[in-house]
């Protein structure tokens, strides 16, 4: 990248060009692209499929990708043939390449937003791995493969370094958070700076940012048709790592994934601590792309066992206890406290008293939603956005709870949608609530920010849930209210207000993400197979797991 006025910071975690040269991913680049014909994709295999070939060995276990644009059965959109390019369209195309980052000559990412007027850079000029996802749907979605397969390589690589936060040694497999390009103009070399955690706000590393690479490398693969590059051994390594972390046993009784606040796009204090539902989501989807992607080898076999009894298990979790709908909510409205052994009706003791009174005026009687988080003696019954949606492209919500929760967002616009797409959470923490659960955040005041705040990045994914859920009219809805804002107010990061009326108060402009997220909703109802990249299909044998209505009287 060009020398932008970045800071030469100074850090531990930094690799000069000539350190290169014994890690040359450069040479991965020049392997050949296998498009390999295949009577059917390993996605569509089912988990009992699996646990029988585990139980054979493994043998003839088919190869987990399916080459080219792969669709899921869903209806086509209504505007694929009349679907006519908006002016804004080629704008949001120039202002993406613009934020291009290159590292060697070749491009690795997209920082997070090239708004020049800022007084403070922060950490926009850096390469944020979940900023980089809509990017780099986009760029597949157009063709330019390549730009994603440096951006996968290169985070893999950062993958590998030693990471210390106060003398501290985080787990091997934590992906970077984001990484900075620094170019020395008079030695023409390129130093990459790397954040676990150790720069970030509150010092949190990134759960989300290894599951978000999961999910892209096969987006990727999925895209092109190229298996090689998952199938070195650097990404099956890499993706063992992650998976080490996430599925190590512990003292928990859940199958669900214990985190802290900060450790995912909501990245600053928010009440989210202990099992957030956008973290659940994307462990579930994570889970199911490293299974049609991991090679069933000595290595690889032990992984795809455990991935294939964890996914069992969470699935059953979420769409158990995380769902709430009209007759779930008046279930635990009468649910009976203290109660003891298995036999137990209300089994993590959530005392009625604690359901707060918006919920009841929130909650249409068609429709329903993935609360934010479940733990012993609390349930956090916010509406997020992001989790609902990647539950919905990731088969976590069955078909039945996939259209619940389109319908609430229907029933529920004037809340969720209203004057921008989307709400990232919903309703706002105030007065006594937003002191203690926010530490008194200035930033996270009330319908500002993560606190209620509107974003446009989020597009693109109640796009594809639309989609998926054959309600392509209602994406097509939140577009045309986008595309009367966002490029006459210079492509922010988020609004403010209760129906998203006013630019952020600290949101910079020419936002990559909210650009991105624009291309690939626009790119995704004008061809709905390219939705085959980011969805998967239900699991046949976990179809039927929940067979009452999402009901906890079980």
Known sequence: MESTGLRNVSSHCSISETEMDDFDLSKLLDKPRLNI?????????????????????????????????????TPASSAHNSFEPHPMVAEAWDALRRSLVHFRGQPVGTIAAVDHASEEVLNYDQVFVRDFVP?????????????????????????????????????????????????DPVRNTDTIMADFGESAIGRV????????????????????????????????????????????????????????????????????YGYPIEIQALFFMALRSALVMLKPDNEGGE?????????????????????????????????KTEEYSHTAVNKFNVIPDSIPDWVFEFMPTHGGYFIGNVSPARMDFRWFALGNCIAILS?????????????LIEARWDELVAEMPLKISYPALENHDWRLIT?????????????????????????????????????????????????????????DGKVGRYIGKQARKYQTWSIAGYLVAKMLLEDPSHLGMIALEED???????KRSASWTC
């Open 439 to 495: 530490g008194c955040d200035p930033k996270n005041t009330r319908w500002s920010y993560h606190n209620g705040g509107s974003w446009p990045v989020l597009l693109w994914l109640l796009t594809a849930a639309c989609i998926k859920t054959g309600r392509p009219q209602i994406a097509r809805r939140a577009i045309d209210l986008a595309e009367s804002r966002l490029s006459k107010d210079v492509w922010p990061e988020y609004y």
């Open 205 to 272: 590393a990134p759960v989300d940012s290894g599951f978000w690479w999961i999910i892209l490398l096969r987006a990727y693969t999925k895209s092109t048709g190229d298996v090689s590059l998952a199938e070195t051994p650097e990404c099956q390594r890499g993706m063992r790592l992650i998976l080490s972390l996430c599925l190590s046993e512990g003292f928990d009784t859940f199958p669900t994934l214990l985190c802290a606040d900060g450790c995912s796009m909501i990245d600053r204090r928010m009440g989210i």
């Open 395 to 407: 088969s976590l919500a069955t078909p039945e709870q996939a259209s619940a929760i389109v319908d």
């Open 135 to 183: 990017s780099a749907l986009a760029f597949l979605m157009n063709g330019e493969a390549d730009i994603v397969k440096n951006f996968l390589l290169k985070t893999l690589q950062l993958q590998g370094w030693e990471k210390r936060v106060d003398r501290f040694k985080l787990g091997e497999g934590v992906m970077p958070a984001s990484f900075k390009v620094l170019h």
């Open 303 to 335: 992984f795809i066992e455990r991935i294939v009894k964890r996914l069992h298990a969470l699935s059953y979790h979420m769409r158990s206890y995380f769902w709430l709908d009209f007759q779930q909510l008046n279930d635990i409205y009468r649910y």
């Open 540 to 546: 046949k044998q976990m179809k039927h797991v929940i």
């Open 37 to 73: 014909e295949r009577q059917r994709s390993f996605d569509e295999r089912s988990l009992s499929e699996l646990s029988i070939g585990l139980t054979r060995g493994l043998d003839n276990c088919e190869s987990a990708y399916s080459p080219g644009r792969s669709a899921l059965d």
